[in-house]
């Protein structure tokens, strides 16, 4: 019986029953293979299966998606004020962990820890984000991913 | 009422979240083979609550599906410096089992306590023998209120505690006080007709 449950309580009783009756269930083999199959398709196209397309629209595609963003990127810089324009891209870039070491390395790696640390403003740079000249000397804070022997796996910028 | 989940030494616990990040790290950076190891992890949690949550298994498995596809692709979104992954996959597949079932939230002013008891909890068999006293109780779950049901299956069948129950719904940590007890007398309720009417079929037979 579990000891969060009190055995003289026919509530308690019943759900301590009900969960020791569960506690071995688990997903059918149908769902094991579904993920199997999603595993493999991710592998095979990445993580947001692609269209394929083929021919000449396969060779226009980039050049057209390239002209677009160019001028959906000149609209916004003249709408824009420039601090927006400094400001704006850091953020959604800065959610998320980047790898700092190859992939391979952090897959051989077992455990590890995040541990928080503040960094130049500079080093915004180094991963392509952008750095506000006039604010480049403060410190940001960040969250490292770290292997037990201190390696820097991963890195993310807070705020 | 203290915290009633034991928890884990801290070394341990550490250990754990920090491979489930290390994982959750690899699969944002576009290693699909990462959730290999996270579901075979995770997949019997979030199974089981999906069931209690909505009482089928159909159900059950295809939530365990999509929060894992979800995990799949929305990896990034996961942030291990907030807490580990399993309360995590708990709030994802608590929408989806939510989405799935077609649940409402109880209006404001709506009293819980006028709910009458599922029909089903009262039969002539169920009361026979444990097995279907259990199938009552799991019924009688999935006919509380989406809110109350959050709290009792997290609390008190998933072993998660107040705190974690308390980010998962979105809740302060009274809120989930206050809502357990209520699932829980609404329960012992339901429960205590259920005897009465064996009780009273039984003298009558």
Redesign the interface.
């Known amino acids: 019986m579990d000891p ?2 009190d055995a003289t309580d ?2 308690d009783a ?2 301590g ?3 020791a ?3 071995a ?4 083999p ?3 293979r ?3 199959a ?2 493999a398709r ?2 095979r196209y ?3 299966p692609r269209r394929v397309t083929r021919g000449l629209e396969r060779w226009l595609a980039w050049p057209l998606a390239l002209a677009a963003s160019i001028g959906l990127i000149a609209v916004a810089l003249r709408q824009m004020p420039a601090e927006e324009i400094v400001a704006a891209p850091a953020t959604a870039a800065a ?3 980047m ?1 700092v070491v190859p ?1 391979t390395e ?2 051989r ?6 541990v ?1 640390a503040r960094m130049p403003r500079m080093a915004l740079a180094q991963f392509g984000l952008p750095v506000n000249p006039a604010r480049a000397g403060e410190a940001i804070d960040t ?1 490292l ?1 770290v292997r037990p022997d201190g390696a820097v ?2 890195l993310r910028f807070v705020n | 009422m203290d915290d ?2 034991p928890h884990p030494p801290a070394a341990l616990s ?2 754990t979240e ?2 489930d ?2 994982l959750a ?12 190891p996270l ?1 075979r992890r995770h ?2 949690i979030v ?2 609550f999906a ?2 949550w909505s009482g089928s ?1 159909a159900i ?2 295809d939530v ?2 999509d929060v ?2 979800h995990l ?2 929305r990896a ?1 979104d996961y942030d ?2 907030r807490g580990p992954l399993s309360p995590w996959l708990l709030g994802i597949a608590r929408n989806f089992v939510r989405r799935r079932t077609g649940t409402r939230e109880l209006a404001l002013g709506e009293d819980p306590d006028a709910l009458a008891a599922p029909l089903e909890l009262a039969t002539p068999e169920t009361s026979l023998i ?1 097995r279907a ?2 199938d009552a ?2 019924r009688a779950i999935a006919a509380l209120p989406p809110h109350y049901r959050d709290v009792l299956v997290l609390v ?2 998933a ?1 998660r505690s107040y705190a974690e129950v308390a980010a998962i719904c979105g809740l302060e940590l009274n809120t989930v006080r206050s809502r357990l007890f209520r699932a ?1 007398a609404l ?2 309720r339901w ?1 205590a007709i259920e005897a009465q009417s064996t009780g009273a079929r039984s003298s009558a037979a």
């Open positions: 969060r449950h026919p509530l019943r759900l029953a009900l969960k009756e569960c506690a269930l688990g997903p059918p149908a769902t094991d579904a993920i199997a999603a595993i991710a592998r990445g993580a947001h959610a998320r962990f790898p992939v952090i897959e790696s077992g455990d590890a820890y995040v928080p969250e991913l796996l991963a | 009633p989940v550490e250990r920090a491979s990040a290390v790290v690899r699969l944002a950076c576009g290693d699909p083979e990462a959730l290999d579901y997949k019997g199974y089981r069931m209690l298994a059950a498995a365990t599906q894992f596809v799949l692709t990034a291990a410096a444990a006293e259990l109780l799991r008190e069948l072993e829980r329960l012992s429960l």
